[in-house]
């Protein structure tokens, strides 16, 4: 078993996570903390796998990064029949992984098959995927199939990704472990059994009928609150003297905030009642807000800790960039007209 410190020596200043630590992860069963029990997942809680989620960012923000998104891939056992989840996840390594974009088309062929074409942009953990999900607009002769409102229809493909071009051309600042790549596909058909629908599923559980957009922001949240977390520690070894503890304070407070709402969200679930669109925009807002105000308690405290913090190869200013370039998340992005430039 590694240890935080020998994670984070393992991934300090790489472009990739070290298979030390891919093997550390498939030992520890990380990537299954989402899939149901009965296909050999661990069956986490909502509340248990975000404090996860907390840790592996505080760890180190790429090895967050991935887990999360390759964990929340790999939800979608719950979206798929029984049978291929069974036959995909018997395999201790199965690891999903894509891009939320519709990126691409399905173009209807006869006996439930699909051919998949398209480019799909900033595939967390691809180096370390056996297959990909992506987004596609369905199509029949060539025209897009829409439903009785006259929307486009999308749906969901998993692929295996050999059959896959991958392209790293991952450039950012930050996350450089993360193995965000882009990926091609060309003329890959594709059997209807391995297509689904998110808000469609094969299991019975409460986990089933969280809404999407929850599940996303309290994931993320998560994720930005232990690499803040991280960024408290890594500050306070360069600048002992100055007293961050009303920071740490507040991470912590705010942590247990998004753990409040994850466990109550399921709670609220099991009695069988519906999480109203007002409680997800409240939610949604929360972590607007909550976001701009780590952003701003980064920086104010990076400039504080003056030109040693600017060596590329320093941890805190890896853990600074990480932190930025998943702030870049659309997510949580104010709206334009929310902007105000003026000081």
């Avoid at 949604?284 to 104010?300: F, M, N």
Wanted: hydrophobic share 40%; with cysteine; proline share 3%.
């Amino acid at each position: 078993m590694l240890s935080t410190k020998d994670i984070r020596q393992e991934l300090h200043g790489v472009s990739v996570i070290s298979d030390k630590v891919l093997q550390h992860i498939h030992e520890e069963g990380f990537l299954k903390i989402w899939v149901p029990k009965k296909y050999g997942g661990l069956g986490y809680r909502f509340e248990e796998g975000l404090k996860a989620l907390f840790d592996w960012a505080e760890t180190d923000g790429s090895f967050g990064w991935m887990l999360t998104l390759c964990a929340g891939a790999n939800y979608f056992s719950r979206n798929i029949k029984p049978e291929v989840a069974q036959l995909l996840f018997t395999h201790s390594k199965t690891c999903f992984g894509g891009s939320g974009m519709v990126g691409g088309t399905a173009e209807k062929q006869e006996e439930n098959t699909y051919l998949i074409n398209g480019l799909w942009n900033f595939a967390t953990g691809a180096p370390h995927l056996t297959h990909l999900t992506l987004n596609a607009k369905m199509t029949e002769n060539g025209i897009p199939l829409t439903d009785k409102d006259g929307n486009e229809i999308i749906h969901s493909f998993i692929v295996p990704k050999e059959q896959a071009e991958m392209i790293p051309n991952w450039k950012s600042m930050g996350m450089k472990a993360s193995g965000t790549y882009s990926f091609i596909i060309e003329n890959v058909i594709v059997s209807e059994d391995y297509s689904f629908v998110y808000d469609t599923f094969f299991t019975n559980d409460t986990l089933d009928s969280i809404p999407f957009r929850i599940f996303a922001d309290l994931t993320l949240l998560v994720n930005y609150l232990g690499m803040a977390s991280h960024f408290i520690e890594e500050a306070e070894y360069i600048r002992p003297e100055i007293n961050f503890k009303r920071f740490a304070e507040s991470v912590e407070k705010h942590l247990e905030k998004v753990l409040t709402i994850g466990r109550d969200v399921e709670n609220i679930l099991g009695a069988h009642k519906e999480i109203s669109e007002d409680q997800q925009h409240e939610i949604h807002q929360y972590g607007v807000e909550l976001v701009q105000k780590l952003s701003h308690q980064i920086l104010t405290v990076y400039t504080q800790l003056g030109i040693r913090a600017t060596d590329v190869h320093s941890a805190v200013h890896q853990v600074f960039c990480d932190y930025f370039t998943a702030a870049m998340h659309f997510n949580f992005r104010p709206s334009a007209d929310e902007l105000n430039f003026s000081f």
